[in-house]
């Protein structure tokens, strides 16, 4: 099936550092999407991407989905404590019966060091 | 009110037992799926429901049984527990329009611990 690949599995900054995730298909998406997931919580959706080269910006995250639609980052610049947590990408295939199926990537654990 | 509720949001029980895991979504949204993330925090779609239809299935144990008896509500049920099965089953729904996924909402989880 479907791969979605997240780089990197842990990433420790100290605050005020910036921090990217990368998220990789081994085929074309239909869309991404990321989610925020806190510590003992449950994923919050953050933003859907869905058209080629595609930047959106929220407040200090800034998300990319690449020309191909085959990547995606997510930048924070100067983390918080607030930003603790693992996020996730998930890419849209369309599947053999037609159906949009999401498959999440293996998430990017981010610990703030204060 | 909480969009979309699960219980029990722990579970304790022995090997070989049977257990359920309710979830109900209050957005009137027509699809609902469960999710399974285990011990690294993978997280992976086990089954969708659109309209009480059944539209994705996984490669997941016929011992797992869902059972959706309106659009607002998916239940899980699972049968012979094996140690594998602990994990946080997150029910999740979502508006699908014109094959887009939509955001997807999640429930609180439900922590199931076989021992």
């Known amino acids: 099936g479907q791969q979605v690949m997240q780089i990197p599995q842990y990433q420790h900054v100290q605050e005020g550092e910036d921090f990217t995730t990368y998220c990789n298909s081994s085929?074309?998406?239909?869309?991404i999407q990321w989610y925020k997931q806190r510590p003992g919580g449950h994923p919050v959706f953050l933003i859907q991407?869905?058209?080629?080269?595609e930047v959106k910006k929220q407040k200090r995250l800034t998300f990319q989905f690449g020309e191909a639609k085959k990547n995606s980052s997510l930048h924070i610049t100067a983390t918080q404590t607030t930003d603790v947590g693992t996020y996730f990408c998930?890419?849209?295939?369309?599947?053999?019966?037609?159906?949009?199926?999401?498959?999440f990537g293996t998430g990017t654990r981010l610990t703030i060091i204060p | 009110d909480t969009a979309v509720s699960q219980t029990p949001k722990y579970l304790v029980t022995q090997m070989g037992n049977d257990k359920s895991i309710k979830c109900e979504q209050n957005l009137g949204h027509d699809t609902m799926y469960w999710y399974k993330q285990d011990s690294k925090k993978f997280l992976k779609i086990m089954f969708s429901?659109?309209?009480?239809?059944?539209?994705i299935n996984e490669t997941v144990p016929n011992r797992f049984s869902p059972k959706s008896p309106d659009k607002a509500h998916l239940n899980l049920h699972i049968n012979s527990l094996e140690l594998g099965d602990s994990a946080v089953y997150f029910c999740?729904?979502?508006?699908?329009?014109?094959?887009?996924?939509?955001?997807?909402?999640f429930g609180e989880g439900s922590r199931l611990t076989v021992l």
């Open positions: 429901y659109n309209n009480k239809e059944l539209i």
């Open positions: 999740a729904s979502s508006q699908v329009r014109m094959m887009n996924t939509g955001e997807l909402f």
């Open positions: 998930a890419g849209g295939y369309i599947s053999n019966f037609g159906n949009e199926k999401l498959t």
């Open positions: 085929t074309t998406l239909s869309n």
């Open positions: 991407l869905v058209k080629s080269g």
